[in-house]
């Protein structure tokens, strides 16, 4: 007797003693018949022969296609939310520098084809920055606060404190706060295309103004502005209040990669340099060539004879070509 009369035999045997069997159509192979997984609660999970059209509960594993893992890897993962440790922390607005502007105006400019005046101003930074590490021999306090200021008007301070601010924000181990401390007559902002509102005597005079109020951000990596604010009547005693003496302390010890400078008005015209050189580390004397009187220079220099480091720099000389000669206009 083959096996299928064995098999046939043995259904008449259980269908004589009453066992009920499943109609040969709907009669399903062992692989068919596969219990379900249970889930954690216990209730019957569906199979893979379901038909659920609900994403959130089908539990099937399909193969992605090409495109679908094209997208998948062009998707980062979600980056965990920063934790916000200060929900009230202030943060400084963000300006943009008219650079096509400073160009034209005779202002350095990150990126620009190596020219003579990024190499002068390499020149002129290198003995302040050695005096802010302490390499030079002279180790002035507060060496990282540096006032640039000139006898009269006219010589050239605002564009030197400019592209001075410039030519140590291209340095790799410093950031640069450019003050516009000219509160009578400041222009610095202006030259590069900023205008702004409030600044330093808004922050001398009004108690609830904070720094990250006032700071300006710029497009240009490591540099910020702290415009000159809001005209007062008062601004030379604002100057040398105890509030400007602590934001200079504070200015001079919060970063100490940063290296401030300060576009100061004349030291002959006003008093308002002459009670700023008193709280700086350094002083930059810009002297027009072939201009200002001798006898204006030699009384600049005697206005801060008693401070312990000043620099001269000679702007604007026509020197011939191929000479070292500092100056914009150098040819």
């Given amino acids: 007797m083959n096996t299928i009369e064995q098999a046939a035999k043995r259904l008449e045997q259980l269908r004589r003693a009453g066992v009920p069997l499943l109609q040969e159509e ?4 062992p692989s068919d018949i596969a219990p379900a997984p249970a889930t954690e609660d216990g209730s019957a999970r569906a199979s893979a022969t379901d038909t659920d059209t609900d994403t959130d509960t089908d539990t099937r594993h399909t193969t992605p296609t090409p495109s679908a893992l094209a997208n998948q890897a062009a998707t980062p993962p979600a980056a965990p939310a920063p934790e916000n440790t200060n929900p009230g922390e202030r943060r400084s607005r963000e300006v943009t520098l008219d650079l096509l502007r400073m160009q034209r105006a005779g202002l350095l400019v ?3 084809p190596r020219s003579q005046l990024e190499e002068e101003f390499r020149i002129i930074k290198r003995p302040l ?3 802010v590490r302490h390499e030079g021999p002279m180790r002035p306090n507060r060496a990282n606060l540096i006032m640039v200021t000139s006898a009269v008007a006219g010589e050239g301070k605002t564009q030197t404190s400019l592209n001075l601010a410039i030519s140590i924000a291209m340095e790799l181990d410093h ?3 450019l003050v516009e401390a000219d509160v009578l007559r400041p222009s610095a902002l202006a030259r590069v295309g900023v205008q702004a509102s409030h600044g330093l005597l808004d922050l001398l005079e009004t108690p609830q103004t904070q720094l990250p ?4 951000r710029t497009n240009i990596p490591k540099l910020t502005l702290l415009p000159a604010g809001t005209a007062s009547s008062r601004s030379t005693e604002l100057l040398a209040s105890d509030a400007m003496d602590h934001l200079l302390s504070e200015l001079a010890s919060k970063y100490p990669d940063r290296i401030i400078i300060f576009d100061t008005p004349p030291l002959l015209s006003t008093t308002e340099s002459r009670v700023l ?5 350094q002083v930059v004397l810009v002297t027009e060539a072939n ?3 001798v006898s204006l220079v030699k ?11 000043v620099l001269g720099l000679l702007n604007k000389y026509r020197g011939p070509k191929g000479s070292t000669a500092y100056g914009y206009y150098a040819p």
């Fill in 26 to 29: 709907t009669a399903a192979t």
């Fill in 110 to 112: 990150p990126g620009q």
């Fill in 129 to 131: 920055l050695e005096n």
């Fill in 175 to 177: 950031t640069v706060l």
């Fill in 213 to 216: 109020d006032v700071l300006l």
């Fill in 277 to 281: 050189a008193s709280h700086m580390g």
């Fill in 291 to 293: 201009n200002t009187p």
């Fill in 299 to 309: 009384q600049a220099y005697a206005t801060v004879e008693n401070h312990p480091v």
